[in-house]
């Protein structure tokens, strides 16, 4: 772990503290910020990237627990670890600090060697935690966005473009005739596909536009703020990508062998205000089993 890679905003009235922590803590190699109050942190933390804080529990002005509230309130900052220092050990005070989303508490004066080893856990849980959520919403395969948080991300969105009157259209991909590149090539194949397939589905669609996988060789797109014409246009493109796609495959036999795929697209766009994700699924699950049952290789809406 490169400890120097690590940015810490020491939150402190104290100015002795805070050069005592300045000096310590950019001796074991972190990058240091400091402020004298809770008001200043939280605009700090508006923009700057921050690993940790370190945050005195009495400050004039919004006190460290003010502080910890609302640094734990706003999005940007409410994963980062924060460790109270305090020159009391009320045990109420520790309770509350804790409750309220502290990490740890230290009393100052505090000892170098431990602080360090606190800031050091405190981080190492973070990043532990990061991966955790990263392996929980992601696709092991390809790397886009698995089912659940597929789901979850829509349905923010959905929700989001409800509230502001904006249409929103989802898109149901099902890879035609995938089960014969297994069959004939191995399941790493087939994999190898599946990759190539949601790289391009990726690179295609807007930033902001979600995308995930939501069976084997079934994907999907949300399409806030899109008419459902524009929707069309874009996954016809898409569909036109692939099909021209020349994809070579290392087969289960170490040979290499160049193929071409096709990809049926189903279009919905969410007609009333109640309807969710799961429903507009389905109906685009409808529109994509037309253009299955109508000749593949097409977008249906
Ligand atoms: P259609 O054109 O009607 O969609 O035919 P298809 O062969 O694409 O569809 P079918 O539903 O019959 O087959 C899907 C296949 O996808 C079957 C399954 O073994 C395979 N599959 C599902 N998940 C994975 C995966 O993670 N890797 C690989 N290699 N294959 C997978
Ligand atoms: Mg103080
Ligand atoms: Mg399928
Ligand atoms: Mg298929």
Do not use: W
């Amino acid at each position: 772990m490169l400890d120097n890679e690590y940015k810490i905003l020491v939150v402190d009235d104290a100015k002795d503290t805070q050069m005592l922590l300045d000096f310590d803590l950019t001796a074991a190699g972190y990058k240091v910020t400091c402020c004298d109050c809770g008001e200043d942190a939280l605009s700090i933390l508006e923009t700057q990237e921050i690993d940790l804080i370190l945050l005195d529990m009495y400050m004039p002005g919004l006190s460290g627990l003010e502080t910890l509230v609302k640094v734990k309130a706003i999005d940007i900052s409410a994963d980062i670890p924060v460790i109270m220092l305090s020159a009391s050990n009320d045990e109420d005070e520790v309770v509350a600090a804790l409750e309220y989303g502290a990490g740890d508490y230290v009393i100052k004066p505090y000892v170098a060697k431990v602080l360090l080893a606190r800031i050091r856990t405190a981080i190492r849980l973070k990043e532990k935690t990061a991966q955790l959520e990263y392996l929980a919403k992601t696709d092991f395969l390809t790397g886009i966005n698995n089912r659940g948080s597929f789901f979850e991300l829509s349905t923010n969105a959905l929700n989001l473009a409800n509230r502001v009157g904006h249409s929103f259209v989802v898109a149901m991909f099902d890879i035609d005739f995938f089960k014969p590149i297994n069959d004939n090539y191995g399941h790493d194949a087939g994999d190898q596909v599946l990759r190539v397939f949601s790289r391009a589905l990726a690179d295609a669609f807007r930033g902001y536009d979600i995308i995930g996988r939501v069976g084997g060789e079934e994907f999907a797109v949300c399409l806030p703020n899109t008419s459902i014409e524009h929707a069309y246009i874009a996954c016809e493109r898409f569909r036109e990508y692939i099909e021209q796609l020349r994809l070579v495959l290392t087969t289960d036999i170490d040979k290499e062998v160049v193929i071409n795929i096709t990809v049926s697209i189903g279009l919905v766009l969410a007609q009333n205000k109640v309807i969710t994700i799961d429903e507009l699924l389905k109906q685009a699950d409808t529109a994509l089993y037309y253009a299955k049952e109508h000749g593949r290789n097409q977008v249906v809406d």
